[in-house]
Structures are given as structure tokens and as C-alpha cells.
């Protein structure tokens, strides 16, 4: 089996880990990706928070500091047939910018795995929204089962 | 690019790396590290943060009984069905308002999805008798060294910059502090929480400001003194001398902030 390679970002700190539960040969990265930390400044509150959090996983993850699009293409040249795969975020430009990388890099986007299907209405105001959707959303947080 | 280490003695030396490494990234000023520790928390964990029925009676109070694990969630250290399904086993009824609480999230992600622009433009134009170009587009620095007329804002601003967390009435009364009272644009202000708030979602935290400066509501949200005093008055300084420019019925301030704003 090929060796595969979960690229975590911020969003999925854990949820990678899940997803790639029974997959052999799988090792974790995780890039404080400087492009995105430019247009996206933060505080050194939430630096810690995110660090502190990978120090804690039950696995262990690479962490690097440098431009994601660099690291990532530098795995492949090092690891040929290596196959990497990312969870596709929700924030739209941190999207892009994966999106982006993984064009460049022949990285997987995954799915993002869902609470409950969305609406098949347009429901841009919240309670047409929650009414739309409440009903599964509980159905499927009775039947979550073991998982984060 | 530079390999991290994964092995600290202490949690300063962590603070001293990432300060150290990250120069050029972080945001000025603000080198402390939270006294809330990003960890993994256990089903166990989770089920002690969670008092769906305290929740529903009291989470407009500062002191309410919140989850506090909005940091968590934004991560994706746990999931927002997860925290549903522990709400729910202690019954539906109780659990209503939490459950509803997580599904605003969702439903935040689901307009960013789709209208990815509304992340930083106006949705739609303000309802304060405003144009967008009244409003200035750089924080001042009373407001960012938490050093206002009023010493229950500058409270809540030291609650973002020390720790990354400010309760969900208080993110209001800064977000409407900031557009109506100082006549800032949102996206200043929304900027400035999404890099300190542990759980900044640009979705949930820039929709949210939108909503309190009516791009994406009917009209401006505003409050007064004596809304702050009721919610959070046993625990933060809510005295009319040292709040001035909140001391206030929602008349007359309505008349001051929005003079041309016809009903």
C-alpha cells in the first residue's frame, strides 16, 4: 500500500484523525502555513491554542513553519507515490488558498463530513434555516455513535 | 520552512518558540499565551461543559452557564453533533436551546458557502440612515488598547486580549459599541476579533458583526447601560459614572446614534 499523508489544518485538528482511522502507513503534518498566517494575522493566543492542541493528539504530527505550498510539494519530491489528502475547511478562503496547494501538489480534497444534509431550500435567514434542517439534525446526533 | 519541535519543557518555553518563530505573522503587542490551553477533551470533559437546561435559563449572563468549548469546536477537536448528541441524552426539551446554538454554526458556514463574498463586504447596504462611506475603516486606539470612556467595554476588551474569549452578549455590545457609538465599518472591527478570539470563525464572527450593523439584518442592533447592568452587572463594572457614553434609554440614543435613520 502506497504510504499516505493527512495534511491537518486548522479547522480539523482532529477530524483528520478520524477519517484516516484503519488506514496503514498514514502519517500526520500539520504547516503553520506563513502565506495564510499573512493574510490572516493573529495573536499569539491562538498560535498556542492550535500547538497545544497537536501536542495533545493521540498521534504523533509533523509541524512545520513555512509557506504550505512549499512543504507540501517538497513531500512529493521526497516521497514518490506518496499519497497526500486534505479535509476540505469551511472558510471559503482558506479554501482557496488549500485548494490552491493541492492543484499544485496533486493533493486529495476530502469531503468535509457533515452534521446533516444541507437545506434544499435557499435559506439565508436563520430560522427558515433551523427550521429546515432541525429534524435531521437531531436524528443524526442520536445516532452519532462513537465518534469527535 | 523550519521544523517545529514537539517536546517542551514547559509551557513558556512553547510561548518563547512560537514568539521567537512567528515575529513576522503575529499580530503587535499581545505576546501572552491564553489561560485557556488548547488540549483534547474526553466524552467525560465534554459532558461536564454541558448544562443544557442551565443554558437555556441563563446564557445571556456573563456568568451564565456556557459550554465554553467554542475554542474546541472551531478546531475541530470536537464536532458540533457530538455536543449535540451529549445534549440530547439528557432529553429534547432541554436541550432546545443548546442544540439551536450549534445549528446558528452551522448555518453560518452554510451562508458563507454560499455567498463567499459576504465574508468581507457589505451583504446588504446599513439601515442607519448611513452610507458605508461614513464609517471609518481603522479602529482607534482607545478601542485597541481597551482604554475607552467606559469600563465595562475596556472589561470585555481585556476578557479578548487576555484570554481569546468573550461571552456572546459582550461580542455584541463591543461589535454594536464599535459601528453605531464610534461610527467604525464592521470589517475593522471583525478583523480585530477574528485574530484574538480562540474561536474566530470567519463565518459565525463575520456575519455575526454584519448582523449587529444591519448589512445582513433589518436594523441596527444597540444596547445601553442598563441592558449591561442586567446581564452582566454582579460581575463587571456598570456604574454610570465610569460608563458615560452608555448611561442612556434606547430613545434617546437611537435619536444621538442614528439622526437621519428614518423608521
Same mark, same amino acid.
Not at chain 2, 456575519?207 to 442586567?230: C, D, M, R
Given at each position: 500500500?502506497?504510504?499516505?499523508?493527512?495534511?491537518?489544518?486548522?479547522?480539523?485538528?482532529?477530524?483528520?484523525?478520524?477519517?484516516?482511522?484503519?488506514?496503514?502507513?498514514?502519517?500526520?503534518?500539520?504547516?503553520?502555513?506563513?502565506?495564510?498566517?499573512?493574510?490572516?494575522?493573529?495573536?499569539?493566543?491562538?498560535?498556542?491554542?492550535?500547538?497545544?492542541?497537536?501536542?495533545?493528539?493521540?498521534?504523533?504530527?509533523?509541524?512545520?513553519?513555512?509557506?504550505?505550498?512549499?512543504?507540501?510539494?517538497?513531500?512529493?519530491?521526497?516521497?514518490?507515490?506518496?499519497?497526500?489528502?486534505?479535509?476540505?475547511?469551511?472558510?471559503?478562503?482558506?479554501?482557496?488558498?488549500?485548494?490552491?496547494?493541492?492543484?499544485?501538489?496533486?493533493?486529495?480534497?476530502?469531503?468535509?463530513?457533515?452534521?446533516?444534509?444541507?437545506?434544499?431550500?435557499?435559506?439565508?435567514?436563520?430560522?427558515?434555516?433551523?427550521?429546515?434542517?432541525?429534524?435531521?439534525?437531531?436524528?443524526?446526533?442520536?445516532?452519532?455513535?462513537?465518534?469527535? | 520552512?523550519?521544523?517545529?519541535?514537539?517536546?517542551?519543557?514547559?509551557?513558556? !518555553?512553547?510561548?518563547?518558540?512560537? /514568539? +521567537?518563530? *512567528?515575529?513576522? #505573522? $503575529? &499580530?503587535? =503587542?499581545?505576546?501572552?499565551?491564553?489561560?485557556?490551553?488548547?488540549?483534547?477533551?474526553?466524552?467525560?470533559?465534554?459532558?461536564?461543559?454541558?448544562?443544557?437546561?442551565?443554558?437555556?435559563?441563563?446564557?445571556?449572563?456573563?456568568?451564565?452557564?456556557?459550554?465554553?468549548?467554542?475554542?474546541?469546536?472551531?478546531?475541530?477537536?470536537?464536532?458540533?453533533?457530538?455536543?449535540?448528541?451529549?445534549?440530547? !441524552?439528557?432529553?429534547?426539551?432541554? /436541550? +432546545?436551546? *443548546?442544540?439551536? #446554538? $450549534? &445549528?446558528? =454554526?452551522?448555518?453560518?458556514?452554510?451562508?458563507?458557502?454560499?455567498?463567499?463574498?459576504?465574508?468581507?463586504?457589505?451583504?446588504?447596504?446599513?439601515?442607519?440612515?448611513?452610507?458605508?462611506?461614513?464609517?471609518?475603516?481603522?479602529?482607534?486606539?482607545?478601542?485597541?488598547?481597551?482604554?475607552?470612556?467606559?469600563?465595562?467595554?475596556?472589561?470585555?476588551?481585556?476578557?479578548?486580549?487576555?484570554?481569546?474569549?468573550?461571552?456572546?452578549?459582550?461580542?455584541?455590545?463591543?461589535?454594536?459599541?464599535?459601528?453605531?457609538?464610534?461610527?467604525?465599518?464592521?470589517?475593522?472591527?471583525?478583523?480585530?476579533?477574528?485574530?484574538?478570539?480562540?474561536?474566530?470563525?470567519?463565518?459565525?464572527?463575520?456575519?455575526?458583526?454584519?448582523?449587529?450593523?444591519?448589512?445582513?439584518?433589518?436594523?441596527?442592533?444597540?444596547?445601553?447601560?442598563?441592558?449591561?447592568?442586567?446581564?452582566?452587572?454582579?460581575?463587571?463594572?456598570?456604574?454610570?459614572?465610569?460608563?458615560?457614553?452608555?448611561?442612556?434609554?434606547?430613545?434617546?440614543?437611537?435619536?444621538?446614534?442614528?439622526?437621519?435613520?428614518?423608521?
Amino acid at each position: 500500500m502506497s504510504p499516505q499523508l493527512f495534511w491537518l489544518h486548522d479547522e480539523v485538528l482532529s477530524e483528520a484523525l478520524i477519517e484516516a482511522q484503519g488506514t496503514e502507513c498514514c502519517t500526520f503534518l500539520f504547516v503553520f502555513d506563513t502565506v495564510w498566517l499573512r493574510q490572516r494575522p493573529v495573536s499569539l493566543k491562538r498560535i498556542q491554542f492550535i500547538y497545544e492542541t497537536l501536542l495533545a493528539l493521540p498521534v504523533a504530527i509533523e509541524i512545520v513553519y513555512g509557506d504550505a505550498a512549499e512543504v507540501l510539494k517538497q513531500k512529493g519530491l521526497e516521497h514518490p507515490g506518496l499519497v497526500c489528502k486534505v479535509i476540505a475547511p469551511n472558510d471559503p478562503e482558506l479554501f482557496e488558498r488549500i485548494e490552491g496547494i493541492a492543484n499544485e501538489a496533486g493533493i486529495a480534497i476530502l469531503e468535509r463530513p457533515r452534521w446533516f444534509p444541507p437545506p434544499a431550500i435557499k435559506a439565508f435567514r436563520f430560522f427558515k434555516f433551523y427550521k429546515a434542517v432541525r429534524g435531521a439534525a437531531i436524528l443524526a446526533a442520536r445516532d452519532r455513535g462513537v465518534e469527535r | 520552512m523550519k521544523q517545529l519541535p514537539s517536546k517542551f519543557d514547559n509551557r513558556e !518555553a512553547l510561548t518563547a518558540l512560537i /514568539a +521567537e518563530t *512567528f515575529e513576522s #505573522e $503575529l &499580530i503587535e =503587542g499581545h505576546r501572552q499565551p491564553s489561560s485557556i490551553h488548547g488540549q483534547v477533551l474526553s466524552e467525560a470533559e465534554l459532558a461536564e461543559c454541558i448544562q443544557p437546561a442551565a443554558y437555556a435559563r441563563t446564557r445571556n449572563f456573563y456568568d451564565g452557564a456556557v459550554s465554553r468549548l467554542s475554542p474546541f469546536v472551531r478546531h475541530g477537536v470536537v464536532n458540533r453533533k457530538t455536543l449535540a448528541g451529549i445534549a440530547l !441524552a439528557g432529553g429534547d426539551k432541554p /436541550a +432546545e436551546k *443548546f442544540v439551536q #446554538e $450549534l &445549528i446558528w =454554526g452551522e448555518f453560518w458556514q452554510h451562508v458563507a458557502k454560499g455567498r463567499p463574498s459576504g465574508l468581507w463586504q457589505d451583504a446588504e447596504p446599513y439601515k442607519t440612515g448611513f452610507s458605508s462611506s461614513d464609517y471609518a475603516s481603522e479602529l482607534p486606539q482607545d478601542i485597541v488598547t481597551g482604554t475607552t470612556p467606559n469600563a465595562c467595554l475596556n472589561h470585555f476588551i481585556r476578557d479578548l486580549h487576555e484570554t481569546g474569549y468573550v461571552h456572546n452578549h459582550a461580542r455584541m455590545y463591543l461589535a454594536a459599541y464599535v459601528v453605531h457609538f464610534r461610527r467604525i465599518r464592521w470589517q475593522a472591527g471583525a478583523a480585530w476579533f477574528l485574530a484574538h478570539l480562540l474561536d474566530g470563525d470567519a463565518a459565525a464572527n463575520n456575519h455575526s458583526w454584519q448582523w449587529v450593523a444591519s448589512t445582513f439584518g433589518s436594523k441596527p442592533y444597540i444596547f445601553n447601560l442598563e441592558n449591561v447592568a442586567k446581564y452582566c452587572g454582579n460581575q463587571v463594572d456598570c456604574r454610570p459614572k465610569t460608563n458615560p457614553e452608555l448611561d442612556a434609554s434606547y430613545e434617546s440614543l437611537s435619536a444621538r446614534l442614528f439622526p437621519a435613520r428614518t423608521l
